[in-house]
DNA sequence: CTTGTCGGTTCTCTCTTTGTTCTCTACAGT
DNA sequence: ACTGTAGAGAACAAAGAGAGAACCGACAAG
């Protein structure tokens, strides 16, 4: 992943100053506080955030600049956001809670950890209480464990084969079949980049 | 690998001192720090480290110099002692190497990282390549995985029972079966605490 | 319902900064 | 003299950054 530009940096420092107000501003406020005179060179910063995975991608809607929850300074470590298991949605973690994570288990992109319920891919030696580090992207190349949002409903971490017409996923588990969905169905929230466990 | 000449070893400090920085430098501002009046000069260097592994490739990118991983000098980590397999000795990493670990991942004793080879304990969800984080010492619970020495020839990685008379060495592969040994045959080099595993 | 405004989106055009590739020169050590 | 290291400077290509115009959907006023 690529890593900011100093104007995309400035701007992302801007939006966290934001964070705070009760409106996410609109594109001129913007362009007045940073010294812009077009909506259109600020817009083109915005989508790179957007393409970092840094920022919500906010289709038309007034005042969508709203940050990502990656986006929120990773001051130490990386927030841990939750559990996943096949079949049930991200169940959120109560209290804000970060863990360390090891430059090499990490893209330079934005992500986030979750801990695994189940066993479903326990052929990929993803076990039960296992961590996996999430890279937050939208699209993934086949072969790859991502976490997949199914109707967006159900969260599940599955091995991603995506053929035209249809998305397969495959649980690593021979207890389990692989489940083919129309691509409409399926909305890819992440990529699994590393896993931690501990003894 | 060939070794860098001198002023290649200046940049590489240089670039060093840099990584603290929120951006990294342009070629303009290393030329000016580093004495320089050209940047074409200083991109020569700046290839030789790219073809020493040593800075990552910036096909075109404006400020681009960046170090890989294996250029970052991690103070804190625990040393990468070499590879483990079942049925060989630990093989030694050529050069002296560290890795960081979370503090999740190891416990208060010393600990070091070694490299899986093999699936001998594929189903405990321990893969070919990946890192497990061992803590130093010569004995271990039942149930435990050690990296066991037998014979003083062959360390492996299993999943331990220990009763009177004998020592039973578990692989988790239904391919391989558990192997016995009288006690004095296996010494225990260390306990399996973490894991760790990039994709 | 129509209309106008606001705010997000896309486009093209421009200019500067910055990385990249050349060629040419200098110098030290076999 | 030959080779490897170092540097200068020119020339080029591409990225970064901004300006401004045009378009379009949502929403509120008339």
């Given amino acids: 992943m690529r890593s900011l530009t100093p104007r995309q940096q400035d701007l ?3 939006l966290r100053g934001c964070a705070a107000e009760e409106h996410a ?5 913007i362009c007045r506080d940073m010294g812009l005179r077009s909506r259109g060179s600020l817009h083109k910063h915005i989508r790179a955030l957007v393409a970092a995975g ?4 906010m289709g038309g809607q007034h005042r969508g600049v709203r940050l990502t929850q990656a986006a929120i300074p990773d001051e ?4 841990l956001l939750g ?20 430059a090499a288990l990490r893209t330079q992109g934005p992500c986030y950890v979750l801990e695994v319920r189940g066993d479903s891919m326990s052929d990929d030696g993803i076990l ?6 999430v890279e937050q992207r939208d ?3 086949n072969g790859e464990v991502v976490v997949a949002l199914v109707d967006d409903e159900e969260a599940t971490l599955k091995r991603i084969e995506q053929r035209p017409g249809v998305v397969r996923l495959h649980p690593a588990n021979a207890a389990y079949a692989p489940l ?20």
Avoid: C, F, K, N
């Fill in 12 to 14: 992302l420092d801007y």
């Fill in 25 to 29: 501003p609109t594109l001129d406020t």
């Fill in 54 to 57: 840094l920022v919500e991608p």
């Fill in 76 to 79: 130490d470590g990386l927030p």
């Fill in 83 to 102: 559990r996943i298991a096949a079949g049930r949605p991200i169940e959120a973690v109560t209290h804000d809670s970060r863990i360390q994570v090891p």
């Fill in 128 to 133: 039960d209480g296992d961590w996996v580090v």
């Fill in 139 to 141: 699209h993934a190349r």
């Fill in 180 to 199: 083919d969905y129309h691509p409409g169905r399926v909305r890819i929230q992440g990529v699994v980049v590393g896993q931690m466990r501990r003894y």
